[in-house]
């Protein structure tokens, strides 16, 4: 059964302390991974799509990469404002999108 | 701003009533697509929409349906409400159907049953 697991459930950090959220996945087929960022009561917010193994980006303070089975957002030197709920996403072969149940991020002050 | 928009932005009701929830996809796209998202869930994908066909079938229930008109905007129908249906919304669209594009969401609608 395909199956996005996301890790951990929370994260609570000090500004500036970087980190690692997990996302493993077991699907058929792999055809793309999306990650999202969504603040309280709102919609979620596009941040990268990896297609690859190997493949990695980066944007700001984070950078997303991608192996076989798992995917990592790094963050760096967080801010504040990079508190929110960070969700992955998987394509399957059958081109349906297969959500995690997100990492809730704090950033302290 | 996605592009993508919802309207209401909240919606109160009783139970065993009907609503309709809309969505004008950005400029462009052909897929609209409809998430339910609970407080105890995450996002549950209901069901797509490729430039006026229905393209994919997720969790949605038989006392939910939706269309895409011809102007590529969208509407979900929820009927004979449950206190479990309360929620947020969520459209979301992309440019093709069956590919790997990037879906766009919208700001939602918050749902409360009572």
């Known amino acids: 059964e395909d199956q996005v697991t996301q890790s951990p459930e929370a994260l609570r950090l000090q500004e500036g302390e970087s980190s690692s959220l997990n996302c493993s996945y077991t699907?058929?087929?792999?055809?793309?991974l999306f990650w999202y960022r969504q603040d309280p009561g709102k919609g979620p917010e596009f941040l990268f799509t990896?297609?690859?193994?190997?493949e990695e980006k980066e944007k700001e303070r984070l950078k997303a990469t991608l192996t076989k089975k798992e995917s990592f957002l790094h963050i760096t030197a967080p801010k504040p404002e990079d508190s929110a709920t960070y969700l992955c996403?998987?394509?399957?072969?059958?081109?349906?999108?297969?959500w995690g149940a997100g990492t809730k991020l704090i950033i302290k002050p | 701003d996605s592009g993508v928009t919802q309207t209401p932005k909240h919606l109160i009701t009783a139970t065993g009533q009907r609503v309709t929830l809309r969505c004008s996809p950005r400029?462009?796209?052909?897929?609209v697509y409809w998430y339910q998202q609970s407080l105890d869930q995450g996002l549950q994908f209901l069901i797509q929409?490729?430039?006026?066909?229905?393209?994919a079938k997720g969790n949605i229930l038989e006392r939910f349906s939706a269309q895409q008109f011809p102007d590529l905007h969208s509407e979900l129908n929820l009927s004979s409400l449950e206190l479990g249906d309360s929620a947020l919304y969520f459209c979301?669209?992309?440019?093709?159907?069956?590919?790997?594009?990037?879906?766009?969401f919208g700001p939602g609608t918050r749902l409360t049953v009572l």
């Open positions: 979301a669209s992309s440019v093709g159907g069956v590919t790997t594009d990037t879906q766009y």
């Open positions: 699907v058929s087929g792999l055809r793309g």
């Open positions: 990896l297609y690859s193994a190997g």
């Open positions: 996403a998987v394509q399957a072969s059958n081109y349906q999108l297969i």
């Open positions: 400029s462009g796209d052909l897929s």
């Open positions: 929409y490729y430039n006026g066909e229905e393209r």
